[in-house]
């Protein structure tokens, strides 16, 4: 039976490493429905709205994404679409596996990196609640609640459990923000007592910032807050080859959205050369969520067998292919 999934090309390269992802789960034996809706400039044109009813629509009937980066103005404009889809679906975990490729030439060859963030998802300083109280006096509000915080802990742990992970890290910065910190940290303990043969630790965001940089293969799972998680998983993503490579996924009670790590890349936006890994591995995440598991594994695979071989590769990794080059072949590794 065939799977149907809702398809968000996005924005800049969205569509490019869209419909590259499309081509690579197809290859790997599964049958989809894709019902493709635009989101933000693309669906400004169609319906004047930046997220349409219709995203909402398809979401409400497949339950599961794959969706390319979308464009966010940078002081003013309009709200991001991500935050308005993770909080209206209320996708509270933001999952980020973050490892090497295998023959991947990066500052880090050599060095074992294989950590997880987990990132909350729908508060912090996301909470999109900024005013001016007077002129030029602006304030934007942190939110943190126990609810928020102990069921992203909750899903960290659990996830850490089931797969057999030794650690947990809890990035905070509760020497300073002594409240809203201090009480994601408290949840963060408390959940870490049901979980005892886990181990925990917690850091400081900008020593953990260093130690990343530094001992990269010391960390295991990261537990982070909203803005801290952001900022940090692009920092790993330089560990491991940029961008261009880390997938993740949005997940929550009902839903699930699958997205990589990376933005709309408008240098690069209709060249033909942006690197779909990235996508693509979060395409892989999601068929494992749809139990289509052995599909899953072909895709995987086959990105490592790309990159093993070294010689397809694109050039935000060093090499010279193009996206297309790239896709075919990954596909060439599935026949
Ligand atoms: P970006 O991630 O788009 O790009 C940063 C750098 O990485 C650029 O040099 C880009 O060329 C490179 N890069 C990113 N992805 C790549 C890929 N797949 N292949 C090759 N190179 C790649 O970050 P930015 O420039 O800060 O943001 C651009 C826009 O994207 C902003 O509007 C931002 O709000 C948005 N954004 C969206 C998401 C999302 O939708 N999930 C995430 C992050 C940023």
Redesign the pocket.
């Known amino acids: 039976m065939a799977h149907r999934i809702t398809l968000i090309p996005?924005d800049?390269?969205g569509p490019e490493?869209a419909d590259a992802t499309v081509r690579a789960v197809e290859a790997a034996g599964v049958s989809a429905v894709w019902e493709r809706v635009e989101v933000g400039a693309a669906a400004v044109a169609h319906s004047g709205e930046i997220l349409p009813k219709a995203v909402f629509e398809s979401l409400d009937r497949t339950h599961v994404g794959l969706k390319g980066?979308?464009?966010?103005?940078?002081a003013g404009g309009h709200r991001?679409?991500?935050v308005a889809l993770r909080k209206r679906l209320d996708l509270y975990t933001n999952f980020r596996p973050v490892r090497m490729l295998p023959g991947l030439k990066t500052r880090f060859q050599g060095v074992l990196i294989d950590m997880v963030i987990f990132r909350e998802n729908t508060e912090d300083l996301y909470s999109g609640l900024e005013h001016e109280v007077v002129k030029d006096v602006v304030e934007s509000l942190k939110v943190i609640t126990r609810a928020a915080s102990i069921r992203i802990a909750r899903a960290t742990f659990q996830y850490a459990r089931r797969e057999s992970r030794k650690k947990v890290t809890a990035v905070h910065k509760a020497n300073i923000m002594k409240m809203s910190d201090g009480l994601f940290l408290r949840c963060c303990r408390e959940v870490a007592a049901d979980f005892s043969e886990i181990k925990y630790e917690e850091l400081i965001v900008d020593n953990a910032c260093m130690q990343l940089v530094m001992r990269p293969e010391t960390f295991d799972v990261l537990l982070l807050p909203n803005l801290y998680g952001d900022i940090v998983s692009d920092l790993a993503a330089g560990l491991v080859g940029?961008?261009?490579i880390v997938p993740g996924a949005n997940l929550g009670e009902h839903d699930a959205i699958f997205?990589?790590?990376?933005?709309?890349?408008?240098?690069?936006a209709g060249q033909g050369?942006?690197?779909?890994t990235?996508l693509m591995q979060s395409a892989a995440l999601m068929l494992a969520h749809i139990d289509e598991r052995e599909a899953a594994i072909r895709l995987h695979q086959a990105l490592e067998g790309v990159y093993a071989q070294g010689r397809h590769l694109?050039?935000?990794v060093g090499g010279g292919a193009s996206t297309d080059e790239f896709t075919n072949a990954v596909i060439g590794q599935m026949q």
């Open positions: 996005g800049g390269i490493v980066p979308t464009a966010t103005p940078v991001s679409i991500n940029g961008l261009g997205e990589a790590v990376h933005g709309t890349a408008p240098d690069i050369k942006a690197n779909p990235a694109t050039v935000d």
